[in-house]
């Protein structure tokens, strides 16, 4: 539980502090558990997507189109190189995120009580399905723990990509809002019972800890909606 609202905190904070018409701030998600619970993020209308698979158990848009791959970025980000990893502006990026990854990015959408929700649902399922059935992990992890770990650190590594586009690289708010969630999911752990079915963990689970709404991202920290403005690419 630590880990899923640690994470979930991170993302949520670095896609919160994002100018509010960013498309990472409006993501929209489907996701199927494997116990054939389907969660939905964002507009309800996003998941009629026409060329959606129903058996997918994932699908996450942004108003661009499918969300999780370099080309997210290009809006502010012009690609120099076609080898990816060589471009120096999307190499940070070029890796396709996993169906985990997209979906807590969306779910972050709501703020991080859904954000640490959805990962701790999705480790809870995953642990409840026994080591007998590793092979059907997600993502080709082999335990619930390694799903979580990277999907939560890809997510993140996401969210602080984009957030650097506007700010650099020398802010320090990634690491002030590291650290806080690291307090925060202490408080998070304790405040669940030791028995607690993460698969059915609700956020109404959440309701109370932060009592005076003190876990908001910092409005300091908030980015510049004119920042980079020049860089942006209009596309058709």
């Known amino acids: 539980m630590w880990m899923a609202a640690w994470l979930g905190g991170q993302v949520t904070d670095l896609l919160w ?3 509010s018409d960013d498309p990472f701030r409006l993501l929209s998600a489907r996701y199927a558990f494997s116990s054939n619970r389907a969660q ?3 507009p309800a209308t996003a998941t009629a997507t026409p060329d959606q698979d129903p058996d997918q158990r994932a699908w996450v848009e942004s108003p661009r189109g499918r969300f999780g791959t370099a080309r997210d970025h290009e809006d502010l980000i012009f690609p120099d190189n076609t080898d990816l990893d060589l471009d120096v ?3 940070g990026a070029h890796r396709q995120l996993s169906d985990e990854a997209a979906v807590l990015m969306a ?3 709501h703020g991080w ?3 640490t929700v959805f990962l701790a649902n999705l480790f809870g399922e995953l642990t409840a399905a026994g080591p007998g059935q590793t092979a059907q992990m997600p993502g080709g992890y082999d335990t619930a723990a390694q799903t979580l770990l990277w999907a939560g650190s890809d997510a993140v590594k996401s969210a602080l990509h984009r957030r650097r586009v506007y700010v650099g690289v020398d802010e320090p708010y990634f690491l002030l809002t590291s ?6 999911a202490d408080t ?3 405040w669940l019972p030791g028995a607690v079915d993460l698969a059915r963990l609700g956020e109404g689970d959440l309701a109370g800890i932060d009592k005076q709404g003190d876990w908001a991202p910092d409005p300091e920290a908030q980015v510049d909606p004119d920042a980079y403005r020049e860089f942006r690419i209009t596309r058709a």
């Open 17 to 19: 502090t994002l100018p």
């Open 188 to 190: 998070v752990a304790r």
């Open 113 to 115: 009580r859904t954000a």
């Open 40 to 42: 939905t993020f964002g």
């Open 107 to 109: 779910a972050a959408r």
């Open 89 to 91: 502006g999307l190499a």
């Open 179 to 184: 650290y806080r969630w690291m307090s925060r």
